[in-house]
């Protein structure tokens, strides 16, 4: 009877989910504690690697964090929501919002670091307080006033991936490439799939494509001139972003969806993916961005 009831208190901590069921499982659940999505399909071998060390390493930590998986075959929804592209990929929601994440098959050792990062009591504390008012710094446009906050979260820990990453963000946002490059480089390669590093890695490689294009006014006259000019149009997106007009080049890539989703390999689509990612996924445009592109591809 003892060990029945081990194993059932084991189970409660790793599930399966549907589309129907994600809020209640994911979304829901992650404002009691942590939730873990493990995004996976049966035809992935690095998928069969990575999810019985997830689940033994969620069932070591005996409560404090849920694990969720989902079958991006069965149930594609979410996922293409989310921009997912590749698997295995592993999202942490907390307090009902993605918080971190990481892709591909991580070592146990690497797993179980994330998931003693993820839960530990400072999370909650001060350390989580200087972030949140470091990111929202950021997003209100205060890049000098973030770079200062992440700046005191690294004097404290040089080596908070979160704090690399959101400064290198705010580089990205002043135009110092060079010097968001090497904040980034300081990152181990371990921590590469995190996803705050991945933002700040969109947005460098944004900000770089910018650089090429010509004048906002110029590329809206080509558009303007032949609507079919995809290639005009696309960069239009690329200057408009970099214009920090990010609806505006929401509209210009969607439409290219629209009128020819297979153009360039898929070209927009992926593009769209990327800007969601710099983003970040609480972000206006992301969120009007991913539904505006659910309801194109899952039409």
Known sequence: MLQQAQTAAADAFVKDTTTQ????DVIEESKRQPVLVDFWAPWCGPCKQLTPVLE?????????????????????AIPGQMGIQSIPAVIAFVDGRPADGF??????????????????SNVGGETKDLLNAADAAL?????AGAANLYAQLLAEDNSNVQALAGLARCYVETGALDQARQTLAMIPDSKRGESAVAAAQAALQLAEQVKTLGPVAELEQKVAAN???HQARFDLALALNGKGRRLDALDQLISIVKRDRKWNDDGARKQLVQFFEAWGPTDEATIDGRKRLSSILFA
């Open 21 to 24: 069921g994600f809020v209640k």
């Open 103 to 120: 892709m591909g098959a991580l070592p146990e050792s690497q797993v179980v670091a994330f998931l003693d990062r993820l839960t530990k």
């Open 56 to 76: 033994k390493a969620v069932r070591a930590a005996k409560g404090k964090v849920k694990l969720v998986k989902m079958n991006i075959d069965d149930h594609p």
């Open 227 to 229: 609507p079919l000019d």
């Open 139 to 143: 997003a209100d446009g205060d890049p």
